[in-house]
């Protein structure tokens, strides 16, 4: 630390106002500043690490040199305050309120059904906002571009890119570079045909009802921060905090002199990678050095030879400024910089692109850097200053692999970076594979560049550089070298290959895991290059140089980020309806705006309680071990430390229900809660946490995967069985038989909001209150008040709303809840436990993977006879829900085929990972896309097409499932015809043929899948409900019940409800939390029954109340509601009534294998199509239609919403999240960086969506709960990404190939695709034996 007395003051302005902080932190980031010290709660907390946008706020710089203001989005998370001196900030709050003016992008996000739980809501106003300040008429892809930084677990998005396409002159542009007409049109007349049949309707939102954007009323940039930005006697600032000094030198000689003084000190620009290093890789930094915006570094030249970009450019800025250059620039000059200007539209999100800086990209030097390859490749050089001179160094490989003659010397800095500019036969391109398009790290990305002998296809120079292959950006020197001089043909290509392979090789242990896959890519990338050149030459002289053949053209192309559109057709309301009734319109989410807002509160917006302390966890790095002993000296001691707590602190069970929350003398899982550290802060929690220390002896088995599970008989529950017919028997007597097994990953909730509680201690009688964001407010309750041993009536746990759930809030937060509450009981001081993404990620688990076998005898017609499953799931090492989930997978797992022979058995296997959890669909995605996978490999070996296997087993009349419960599958059949024939099925699966015998490195593959949900539970008291509905005097009207409002809409539907039942429009009434106290020992809010079941309660309550009205009404029928009220009131007539739903009459009996398991079932239909990469194994989702059997929807803005939502979750789970584990059971993936949800870029291309009408006697209006059943729908991409990969195979086998069933898997991730497409680079790759090594990672299904 530097001897500097004293500390500038740092000003800035948020929202117009100015704010002085006299001795600011260095280590607080303006996330913290905004939410703990100005009380901005609208700016949201969701990952920390820059990936996800939840805290996109903008940022606005007044420039004196080019007297212009630039506003730009950043990730709050990612700003030191320190470095905003003369910035002006904006958050969703100084956008527009509730209580002022809500602004048209809060307005229309909102309107369009933009928001569902809200948490994502203000990071994306504001990437819309920022978008908007600088470009009021924004293109459909500028749109689209901004959005790339901010994920929604929610809604699929689509709404939310519709809303800002309603800023576009010409929102809708076709996309569909197909023959016919456009697709939107086309739609447009089948909902129209619909339409005429059964008054289909397609408008969820009215655009008139708008208010326009007039750019002219945004507020002013602050004068005051354009005369400091002008200032001409600016002088280094210093920032002393608590533990480090910030130093902002206002001068290049300044810097220069700093940078001498402390040559170990980060130079702070983007900080997007200094900052999180320091949160996550726990560096410390005492001093930092962070220029103000000095000219020299922005310097931006395009004479001469190349292009001179100062360092501080942003890669933002760098891309308009390549974007100039190569606009005007001849295009053999530019190849280096389109190539970089490809990579920088997928680079991160527009946040970190605007934030990140050239001069902290090259100095970093990253393994997986997207632009030092290209830049190595098209031979840049860096200008280095210092106080001791300048000098130039080639960006080469010696430089980007670190050897210490060729970087920077201590004391140095980049000042800029020439490109040089490429010559007509030079040849320059980036290629790079992530897990996903947009927003993810290359797994290997590559910078290529040849040049070539004037007028021949004689290599002169050769560079090859690769990412993502070693601990830096390796280069293929060596081959290179030996290739000088060759020819540009197919035996330059396999030389260069096995070159390559020889040259770069990873161990097969190596960090990352996917080692075949990284060699492949290098080699598909390569290849990918040779073609490229090779076309760029004959079309230089088509005569001398012959072009590559058509059908390979395939390779060249990259997925397009097309904008996302599509259609929603649902059933109009009956125009007799009142125009007051709200049912079946689709009304925009109860607190829609107020999530735009940002004023929608979360358990973490709460204000400080007085005397809160901050939790941290402390939690078991051994799968399985006892704990010898836990030293909380070094802790305790820290500054701020209040507690440390662990088992011996809890006063009651400290296992209940076989869920431990403190652990005792043993660890049953990496991420088992150890103790927890209280503290007056966040971070003095955090840092005491790493101090604690806990001495552990290994215990044996440590039983990670089923199949470890299996060899040692490890078991959470017993075996659940169903059965019809004869299957043996059936087995004699068909034409084949098949077996095969299917693993099934798990999935990470990814709820936006991580778990989080404030649990607050009352002073008399043992009370506790907690707010928490819950799907079982009693169940919390129930664990707390255990823990602390006293009766649950001592227990009041509140629950507003929660950031997404999808059951991830099911059963954890009574965990989290009991270790809260312990905390606050033995520290006697409220606690706030807000779970970071990572320990969230690790302690809570998710969706069970699972293994899945199967057994199949067929007719040769495709009729399947006989079907013999086993199931087993991955339980981790608690019971939680695995028994339920396991009960679910067996009962649901005929989906909607009936085979006359069918066995199921399943089983929860107890191992020690974290325990997984119920995740939407509770088991039924996995199970299924095993019955999919088989009905594949049949169609595989009849000759058919998978649907027709699908459709000649299906359900065709009212039926008894396998377990003998009686339907009728009449809306399956409708919606399977309808979506056969609106997705034209037939004609694009032959236009889909036709594109894969001319493309022989992109195939397309269709698929459509049917389905059958079970909604609710075989357990009839679980779908009891409660309500509490008062009349104030004033008519107003409160309205509680017993779920929650986990985003799904839960409460608008409740509103339409009550307003149906009341006569009364929705504004008269409020609905404010749910809670303990209001409705006590209310069930569970998931299986899709929280509508159903919550609706019949307010129904009948609201059916008391008008029944004793009644006699008022009937003596004054022409009067007034608030008229009756008072009346009614005078008349001594109660005014507040309980409503109850005794629930669903369903039961199970497992000895008999039969019962009337489920209320009812939802069907539906969906159909994908997908290309699929063959050399990277990206693929690129063209199009999806789905038939969702919605009966009668009370509003089918939220429905739709539910099932886009679904859609695009299960698609993640299906093809781009992967959770890894190491052989010890540590989950490797433990935030944005590592696990990858869709982002707007993964959603369809085109996206249709209608809801089909049927009845549904059992549920209140005849609706049908719809939360979960979209997430198997998204199974529909998977099965399309099977018919392109199988089709990728045939065609490499030949067509006389014999018919193969295609090991597949889930997640078909981008290795996935990759190496089942195999060709002759995946048969050059070196297979490693499995004996000889311990992978990184280890699959656990
Ligand atoms: C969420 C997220 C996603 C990302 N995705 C991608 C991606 O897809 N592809 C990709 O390639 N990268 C990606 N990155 C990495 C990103 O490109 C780099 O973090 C960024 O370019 C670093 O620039 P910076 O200005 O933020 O550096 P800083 O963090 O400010 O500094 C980084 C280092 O560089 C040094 N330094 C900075 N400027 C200079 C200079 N002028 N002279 C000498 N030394 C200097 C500093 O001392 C420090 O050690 C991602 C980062 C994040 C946070
Ligand atoms: S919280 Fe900042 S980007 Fe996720
Ligand atoms: S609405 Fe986007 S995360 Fe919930």
């Known amino acids: 630390m530097p001897s500097l007395s004293g500390s500038d003051e740092l000003i800035f302005f948020v929202n117009g106002k100015k704010v002085v902080v006299k001795k600011p932190d260095p280590e607080v980031t303006l996330l913290f500043y905004l939410r703990r010290e100005l009380h901005l709660t609208g700016t949201k907390f969701a990952c920390g690490e820059g990936g996800c946008g939840a805290c996109t706020v903008m940022v606005s710089r007044y420039s004196a040199s080019s007297k212009q203001i630039r506003h730009y989005p950043v990730t709050a998370c990612l700003v030191p305050i320190c470095s905003l001196h003369g910035a002006a900030v904006t958050t969703v709050e100084g956008v527009g309120s509730i209580r002022t003016r809500v602004h048209p992008v809060q307005e229309r996000l909102a309107k369009c059904h933009g928001t569902q739980c809200g948490f994502c809501s203000p990071g994306m106003v504001m990437s819309i906002y920022t978008l908007l300040r600088n470009h009021p008429d924004p293109t459909p892809e500028q749109v689209t571009e901004a959005l790339g930084g901010n994920l929604c ?57 708008f208010q326009p954007l007039d750019p002219s009323q945004e507020p002013i940039f602050p004068p005051e921060l354009i005369r400091m930005a002008e200032d001409p006697n600016k002088r280094r600032l210093t920032f002393q905090g608590e533990r480090t000094t910030w130093l902002a030198p206002a001068t290049l000689p300044d810097l220069l002199e700093l940078r001498a003084e402390f040559p170990q000190a980060p130079l702070i620009m983007g900080n997007t990678t200094v900052g999180p290093d320091i949160k996550f890789k726990g560096e410390f930094h005492p001093v930092f050095v962070s220029p103000l915006e000095l000219p020299e570094l922005c310097v931006l030249n395009s004479e001469g030879d190349g292009v001179t970009v100062g360092s501080g450019h942003s890669l933002a800025q760098l891309s308009d400024a390549l974007q100039s250059i190569v606009s005007q620039q001849p295009s053999e000059r530019t190849e280096t910089c389109r190539a970089l200007l490809n990579h920088l539209r997928t680079l991160a999100g527009v946040q970190i692109r605007s934030m990140a800086t050239l001069g902290g990209h090259v100095a970093t030097r990253a393994t997986v850097s997207d632009l030092n390859p290209i830049l190595a490749a098209g031979k840049t050089t860096i200008h280095l200053v210092s106080k001791e001179g300048e000098r130039q160094i080639p960006l080469d490989g010696a430089f980007l692999e670190g050897s210490p003659r060729a970087g920077l010397r201590p004391g140095e800095i980049v000042l800029s970076v020439f490109i040089p500019y490429s010559s007509q036969w030079q040849f320059v391109s980036g290629l790079r594979q992530a897990q996903r398009q947009e927003n993810a790290m290359a797994i290997v990305n590559a910078g290529m560049s040849v040049r070539l002998e004037d007028g021949s296809s004689t290599i002169r120079d050769l560079q090859v550089f690769y990412g993502g292959i070693g601990p830096t950006v390796l280069s293929a020197s060596r081959t290179c070298g030996q290739l000088v001089g060759r020819q540009w043909d197919d035996q330059m290509l396999g030389e260069a290959c096995r070159g390559i392979l020889d040259e770069l090789r990873l161990p097969p242990g190596a960090k990352g895991g996917q080692v075949e896959f990284r060699h492949t890519l290098m080699l598909s990338l390569l290849f990918k290059f040779y073609l490229r050149v090779q076309r760029a030459l004959s079309k230089l002289d088509p005569q001398k140089f012959p072009d590559i053949p058509e059908e390979y053209t395939s390779a060249l192309e990259e997925f397009p980020i097309g904008t996302p559109q599509g259609t929603q057709i649902f059933r109009c309301v009956d125009p007799h309806q009142p125009p007051q009734d709200p049912v079946g319109h689709p009304v925009m989410h109860q607190a829609g705006l107020k999530h735009a807002t940002g004023e929608a509160a979360f358990v973490d917006d709460l204000p400080l309680v007085s005397q809160e302390l901050f939790l941290a966890v402390v939690t078991s790095t051994r799968a399985h071990a006892k704990i010898i002993s836990i030293d909380t000296g070094e802790a305790l001691a820290l500054p701020g430390v209040v507690a440390v707590i662990t088992a011996e602190d809890v006063p009651g069970e400290n296992n209940h229900q076989g869920e431990i929350f403190y652990a005792q003398r043993e660890v049953v899982c990496v991420g088992q809660i150890v103790c927890t550290v209280a503290a007056d802060t966040y971070a003095h929690a955090r840092e005491a946490a790493q101090k604690v220390k806990v001495e552990y002896e290994d215990i044996e088995p440590r039983i990670i995967t089923i199949e470890q599970a299996l060899e040692h008989s490890s078991f959470l529950s017993p075996e659940r069985k169903i059965e019809q017919g004869n299957v043996e028997q059936a087995f004699k007597h068909v034409d084949q038989v098949i077996e095969g097994e299917v693993h099934v990953e798990g999935q990470e909730h990814f709820y936006m909001e991580t778990q989080t509680i404030l649990a607050v201690p009352r002073a008399e009688d043992k009370e506790m209150v907690l707010h928490l964001g819950t799907q079982f407010p009693t169940h919390v309750q129930e664990f707390v008040a255990t823990a602390l041993n006293v009766p649950r009536n001592r227990i009041a746990c509140h629950m507003r709303r929660a950031g997404g759930a999808f059951g991830g809030k099911v059963t954890k937060p009574a965990l989290l809840g009991a270790v809260a509450a312990v905390a606050a009981k033995k520290t006697g001081r409220p606690i706030r436990f807000v779970l970071e993404r990572g320990d969230d990620m690790l302690i809570t688990a998710g969706r069970h993977p699972l293994l899945g076998r199967y057994k199949v005898g067929f007719m040769k017609s495709g009729l399947i006879k006989a079907v013999d499953l086993e199931f087993y799931i991955n339980g981790g090492c608690t019971p939680d829900e695995s028994q339920l989930v396991i009960e679910y997978v067996v009962l649901k797992s005929e989906n909607a085929y009936y085979i006359p022979n069918f066995r199921c058995r399943g089983r929860a296997c107890k191992t020690n990972l974290p325990s997984n959890t119920a995740f939407r669909g509770f088991g039924f995605p996995q199970a299924t896309v095993v019955v999919e996978a088989y009905m594949t490999a049949v169609a595989s070996h009849c000759d058919l097409l998978p649907e027709e296997v699908r459709e000649m087993n299906m359900y065709k009349r009212p039926s008894q499932t396998a377990y003998r419960q009686r339907f009728d599958p009449e809306p399956l059949r409708r919606c399977w015809k309808d979506c056969l024939e609106h997705s034209s099925f037939h004609a694009r699966k032959r236009a889909a043929e036709d594109f894969n015998r001319q493309s022989r490195w992109k195939k397309r593959g269709l698929a459509m899948i049917p389905m059958k949900y079970t909604i609710g539970v075989p357990v009839a008291y679980y779908h009891q409900a409660a309500a509490l509905v008062h009349i104030y005097l004033d008519g107003s009207v409160l309205l509680t019940h017993g779920g929650c409002e986990l985003g799904q809409g839960l409460h608008t539907k409740m509103m339409q409800v009550a307003s149906r039942e009341l006569g009364i429009p929705t504004s008269y009434i409020h609905l404010s939390e749910t809670s303990t106290v209001t409705v006590p020992n209310a069930v569970f809010t998931a299986g899709s029954m929280g509508t159903d079941i919550n609706g019949k309660a307010v129904q009948n309550a609201c059916q008391t109340l008008m029944a004793r009205l009644q006699p008022v009404i009937r003596r004054n029928p022409k009067g007034k509601w608030e008229e009756w009220i008072k009346k009614a009131f005078e008349e001594s007539i109660s005014l507040s009534a309980t409503g109850y739903f005794r629930g669903f009459q369903t039961n199970m009996d497992w000895d008999k294998e039969r019962g009337d398991a489920f209320p009812y079932y939802v069907y539906g239909a969906a159909c994908a199509e997908v290309d699929v990469d063959c050399l990277s194994g990206a693929h690129k989702l063209l199009r999806a239609d789905i038939f969702m059997d919605a009966a009668f929807s009370i509003n089918p803005a ?40 869709p982002t707007v870029t993964e959603i369809p291309e085109e996206f249709h969506v209608t809801l089909v009408h049927s009845r549904n006697p059992v549920a209140i209006y005849s609706s049908k709960g719809l939360g979960e059943a979209g997430m198997f729908l998204g199974s529909s991409v998977i099965s399309a990404i099977w018919d392109a990969v199988a089709a990728a195979r045939k065609e490499r086998k030949g067509a006389e190939s014999v018919p193969e069933t295609l090991a597949v898997r889930s997640p078909a991730t981008p290795e996935w695709i990759r190496m089942a497409c195999v060709d002759q680079f995946t048969d050059m790759i070196p297979r490693d034996d499995p004996s000889t090594f311990t992978p990184w990672s280890i699959c656990v299904s």
């Open 1198 to 1237: 939220v429905d739709i919403g539910q099932i886009e939502g679904a859609f695009v979750q299960g698609m993640g789970l299906y093809t781009t999240e992967e959770l890894k584990y190491s052989p010890k059971g540590k989950l490797r993936s433990q935030g944005t960086n590592d696990y990858k949800i």
């Open 153 to 209: 677990r929610c809604t699929g998005y689509r709404p939310i890119v519709e809303s800002g396409k309603t800023f576009c002159a010409n929102p809708t542009v076709c996309q569909v570079k197909r023959p016919g007409r456009c697709c939107l049109e086309q739609e447009e007349e089948e909902a129209g045909s619909v339409h005429t049949r059964e008054k289909m309707c397609t408008k969820l939102y009215d655009k008139d009802e």
